[in-house]
């Protein structure tokens, strides 16, 4: 595990069908520390975990339960989702005990809804860090850049591509993504790049 950011700790899991890594995080916070999309990890990484102590365990979206299991049974942290994606991340084996509602904040972030891959996920927005993290909304791939998963895994494509495009409003910087790439410098510029490259 190593700090990307002040307070922002990150591993990563190479996932060689799709060609980049999966990401999980830790962000160090003193209302407490919230582990995100916890993804796979050996056992030096989740003693780290369990000696930073985790508050709560946040799942962007249901395909991000990953190892949030593990995390809860070995931190004693509650895993909490969005209630649109409580049903599919409770049939991966997760138990849920909290809910992400936008609008509503979790340690410094407040909860932004992007429906579309499915329709609970959500991005977490820290206005004074402008930092964004994301689960599947939008990927790091390729490298320097943000891209969009492929379509036959959305719910809702079109509504996916509305949900980014409200992701412009805000102003940011650094983008944490769950698969990929982070970018540590004007991701606002590079998100819009994206959404230039949608149809009309």
């Known amino acids: 595990m190593r700090e990307i950011v002040d307070g922002v700790c990150t591993w990563s ?15 160090r916070h003193p209302s407490g520390n919230l582990c995100i999309d916890p993804v796979e990890l050996d056992a030096s990484t989740l003693a780290a975990l369990a000696a930073e102590g985790v508050a709560r365990i946040v ?9 949030a299991e593990v995390v809860r049974e070995r931190t004693g942290a509650p ?3 969005h209630p649109d ?15 992400l509602r936008p609008g509503e904040t979790v340690g410094p972030f407040t909860i932004v809804g ?15 860090r402008r ?3 994301v689960g599947d909304a939008v990927i790091g791939n390729p490298p320097g850049r943000l891209s969009l998963l ?9 509504r ?33 790049e994206l959404i230039a490259s949608f149809p009309d």
């Open 13 to 27: 899991w190479h996932s060689e069908p799709h060609g980049y890594d999966f990401n999980g995080w830790l962000v």
């Open 59 to 67: 799942v962007t979206n249901r395909n991000h339960v990953r190892r």
């Open 79 to 81: 895993i909490a989702i």
């Open 85 to 99: 994606d409580a049903a599919h991340a409770r049939g991966q084996g997760a138990t849920i005990a909290g809910t």
């Open 114 to 128: 992007v429906p579309g891959k499915s329709p609970g996920e959500v991005a977490l927005h820290w206005p004074a």
């Open 131 to 133: 930092l964004l993290v």
């Open 150 to 158: 492929r379509e036959k895994v959305m719910d809702d494509p079109a």
């Open 160 to 192: 996916l591509r509305a949900s980014v495009c409200a992701l412009a409003a805000l102003d940011l910087d650094v983008l944490l993504v769950g698969d990929g790439v982070p970018l540590l410098h004007e991701a606002g510029a590079r998100l819009r």
